[in-house]
């Protein structure tokens, strides 16, 4: 069974670094195929992609924030940690963890760079304010 | 980065009624297109993959269908769990964007 769970911080001061850790079981990060990212949904609004990081310590990153992220692992603690510099008030969502599957074969077809989240941690919600 | 459209941004429906959600992408995309559920205050959950593949444990009322620039949800037989937010993902290329969402509410 995979679970992920993400942890850190509710509140952040604007222009603090916001430090997330997802702590996963269930599965390995050092499997080929596997990643696990991050994505956030500001209170209403859609969800936006942040980071991701595949078992080969290969890292996607957003690029409109990419000059603010971080996304590294620890295979031993199956744990990935996100930090995003200056912090704002639009920053302010919930941030999910995601357990992401690149490359399946479906309808007698393969798809080497497809991928899906096909697990989600509960989230968790980060307010930016002083 | 590829944008994703979905229509509509929320419609409202009846128990046992059959819906349709759009989504469009600004490029092709191929069949490299996800369909999310989210029903309020959880997190979403992978209903379809590669436009068309169900989830596994996804009940076989949800169905998708579409290639290139152009893709459909389609639920069969509205239940109601199924009133939540639909959102449709691209994973062509990164940044893997998805739609703005379909609210799905109750008649």
């Known amino acids: 069974q995979i679970t992920l769970k993400e942890s850190g911080p509710t509140l952040v001061k604007p222009t603090q670094t916001l430090t997330l850790t997802c702590t996963f079981s269930?599965?390995?990060?050092?499997?080929?195929?596997?990643?696990v990212g991050w994505i956030r949904q500001p209170p209403g609004k859609a969800l936006e992609w942040l980071a991701l990081?595949?078992?080969?310590?290969?890292?996607r990153y957003s690029p409109s924030l990419k000059s603010r992220l971080t996304i590294t692992k620890d295979t031993s603690k199956n744990q990935v940690v996100l930090t995003m510099t200056n912090m704002v008030p639009v920053d302010t969502a919930t941030y999910y963890c995601?357990?992401?599957?690149?490359?399946?074969?479906?309808?007698?077809?393969?798809?080497?760079?497809?991928?899906?989240?096909?697990?989600w941690g509960q989230g968790t919600l980060v307010t930016v304010s002083s | 980065d590829i944008q994703m459209t979905q229509s509509p941004s929320s419609l409202s429906a009846s128990v046992g009624d059959r819906i349709t959600i759009t989504c469009r992408a600004s490029?092709?995309?191929?069949?490299?297109l996800n369909w999310y559920q989210q029903v309020p205050r959880k997190a979403p959950k992978l209903l379809i993959y590669?436009?068309?593949s169900l989830q596994s444990g996804v009940p076989s009322r949800f169905s998708g269908s579409g290639s290139g620039t152009d893709f459909t949800l389609t639920i069969n037989s509205l239940q109601p769990e199924d009133f939540a937010t639909y959102y449709c993902?691209?994973?062509?290329?990164?940044?893997?964007?998805f739609g703005q969402g379909t609210k799905v509410e109750i008649k």
């Open positions: 995601v357990h992401g599957r690149l490359g399946y074969c479906t309808g007698g077809s393969c798809y080497p760079d497809g991928q899906y989240f096909d697990y």
């Open positions: 590669a436009a068309s």
């Open positions: 993902q691209q994973s062509y290329s990164p940044p893997w964007t």
């Open positions: 490029q092709s995309i191929s069949n490299y």
């Open positions: 990081i595949y078992w080969n310590d290969d890292k």
């Open positions: 269930g599965f390995s990060l050092s499997t080929s195929g596997v990643g």
